[in-house]
């Protein structure tokens, strides 16, 4: 299920695309402090049932597969990181063609 950022309130002093960078920072962070938490989660869960020490996940090389997976991935999470300046350009781009 794909989250977004509710947009921020706006900042005085700030202009807009200091708002931009802001809501990709706050997207960013979340997206970091969530997957950080499962991760944590998934690794204590998993040698404490004896399946996979940490040494064994960081010693891990992914196969084609999960490459491939993992760059479905990357861009998912870029897209939803930088989608503030996407919808920015797409409206100064309506706004240029409607002149």
């Given at each position: ?5 509710k ?6 002093g700030l202009?807009?695309?200091d ?5 990709m ?11 950080r938490?499962r ?9 404490a ?5 940490r ?6 090389t992914?196969g084609?597969?999960a490459d ?5 991935q990357?861009?998912r999470?870029?897209?939803?990181v930088f989608?503030?300046?996407r919808?920015?350009g ?9 002149v």
């Amino acid at each position: 299920m794909t989250r977004s950022t509710k947009r921020l309130m706006p900042i005085p002093g700030l202009d807009k695309a200091d708002e931009q960078t802001m809501a990709m920072i706050v997207a960013l962070t979340s997206e970091v402090t969530v997957l950080r938490a499962r991760l944590d989660a998934f690794e204590r869960i998993a040698e404490a049932a004896g399946l996979v020490s940490r040494a064994d996940i960081d010693a891990f090389t992914p196969g084609p597969e999960a490459d491939v997976e993992r760059a479905a991935q990357r861009r998912r999470t870029l897209s939803r990181v930088f989608r503030a300046l996407r919808e920015a350009g797409e409206a100064d781009l309506a706004a240029q063609q409607a002149v």
